[in-house]
């Protein structure tokens, strides 16, 4: 498969004229929750090698922000988005852009440009808007899949557990720079209660084992409280911490200091 997936890149190169500076992994491959059915969702970044244009405040009707491409088996799902809107969000602090950059699973990178890129993310990037991300992704899909529903997805348990891991794990730690995405390995590192890791653990190996459908079960009430439950909490957590952490992290400064790098890095591309 990563033989079709340099193949398409190198296509993509030619049909629009770019350079791509990365492509990775962004769905259940990345988390541990792929089954034999798991599709695979790339995410990545490029530029253009017309610099011509990055030269106008204003973008051409005819300029290119977006590729996106699936194949006729819908097995490979591309999305690669142009560095100027990359920076962009990195600068907010995308949570979407961050994980994408700091890919465990990557299938073509021009590693000396995304080290530099990695580096200022790790140094520059808060954890405070991460969490409230992953909290607001976890209470999202629970009102909508979860909350008095008689059948649930497996997916959707097991997507609202990895939000919540991935944001207790950066409660309870500070380094973005050690955040494990694999989600059974989240949750036997974080501070859980010994029901709530064993139900995790459960719904994990049960979408793992998926191997056709839907993947619909009954609802697990146990299961549905605990979340709800471990919400609330999180959500608790956060702001008691939250004033402290953007004090300790000096956001202002920081934000100045990362936009600055980002842009070294944008005019060294496109130069």
């Given at each position: 498969?990563?033989?079709?997936?340099?193949?398409?890149?190198?296509k993509?190169?030619?049909?629009?004229?770019?350079?791509?500076?990365l492509?990775?992994?962004?769905?259940?491959?990345?988390?541990?929750?792929?089954?034999?059915?798991?599709?695979?969702?790339?995410?990545?970044f490029?530029?253009?090698n017309?610099?011509?244009?990055?030269?106008?405040?204003?973008?051409s009707?005819?300029?290119?922000?977006?590729?996106?491409?699936?194949?006729?088996?819908?097995?490979?799902?591309?999305?690669?988005?142009?560095?100027?809107?990359?920076?962009?969000?990195?600068a907010?602090?995308?949570?979407?852009?961050?994980?994408?950059a700091l890919?465990?699973?990557?299938?073509?990178?021009?590693?000396?440009?995304?080290?530099?890129?990695?580096?200022v993310?790790?140094?520059?990037?808060?954890?405070?808007?991460?969490?409230?991300?992953?909290?607001?992704?976890?209470?999202?899909?629970?009102?909508?899949?979860?909350?008095?529903?008689?059948?649930?997805?497996?997916?959707?348990?097991?997507?609202?557990?990895?939000?919540?891991?991935?944001?207790?794990?950066?409660?309870?730690?500070?380094?973005?720079?050690?955040?494990?995405k694999?989600?059974?390995?989240?949750?036997?590192?974080?501070?859980l209660?010994?029901?709530?890791?064993?139900?995790?653990?459960?719904?994990?190996?049960?979408?793992?084992?998926?191997?056709?459908?839907?993947?619909?079960?009954?609802?697990?009430?146990?299961?549905d409280?605990?979340?709800?439950?471990?919400?609330?909490?999180?959500?608790?957590?956060?702001?008691?911490?939250?004033?402290?952490?953007?004090?300790?992290?000096?956001?202002?400064?920081?934000?100045?200091?990362?936009?600055?790098?980002?842009?070294?890095?944008?005019f060294?591309?496109?130069?």
């Amino acid at each position: 498969m990563e033989k079709t997936i340099q193949e398409l890149i190198r296509k993509m190169e030619e049909q629009y004229n770019i350079t791509v500076l990365l492509c990775c992994e962004a769905g259940s491959r990345e988390w541990g929750l792929d089954n034999p059915n798991s599709d695979y969702d790339i995410r990545g970044f490029f530029y253009h090698n017309d610099k011509s244009a990055y030269m106008t405040a204003i973008d051409s009707p005819d300029s290119v922000e977006q590729i996106d491409f699936m194949s006729k088996d819908r097995i490979i799902d591309f999305s690669l988005w142009d560095i100027k809107k990359m920076f962009k969000l990195l600068a907010k602090s995308n949570p979407s852009i961050l994980e994408w950059a700091l890919s465990t699973i990557v299938y073509y990178e021009k590693p000396t440009e995304m080290e530099m890129i990695r580096n200022v993310i790790l140094k520059y990037t808060c954890r405070v808007p991460l969490i409230y991300h992953y909290l607001n992704m976890s209470r999202r899909n629970y009102n909508r899949f979860i909350k008095n529903q008689m059948r649930v997805k497996i997916k959707k348990y097991a997507y609202i557990i990895r939000a919540q891991v991935t944001a207790l794990w950066l409660i309870q730690n500070s380094q973005i720079s050690q955040l494990n995405k694999n989600v059974q390995d989240l949750i036997k590192k974080v501070q859980l209660p010994k029901k709530t890791r064993k139900l995790f653990d459960q719904v994990v190996v049960l979408k793992k084992q998926q191997k056709s459908g839907l993947g619909i079960i009954n609802s697990i009430s146990d299961l549905d409280q605990v979340l709800s439950d471990l919400q609330g909490d999180l959500f608790t957590q956060i702001e008691k911490k939250r004033n402290q952490i953007l004090k300790d992290y000096e956001i202002e400064k920081k934000t100045q200091n990362k936009i600055k790098f980002f842009n070294k890095i944008f005019f060294d591309l496109i130069n």
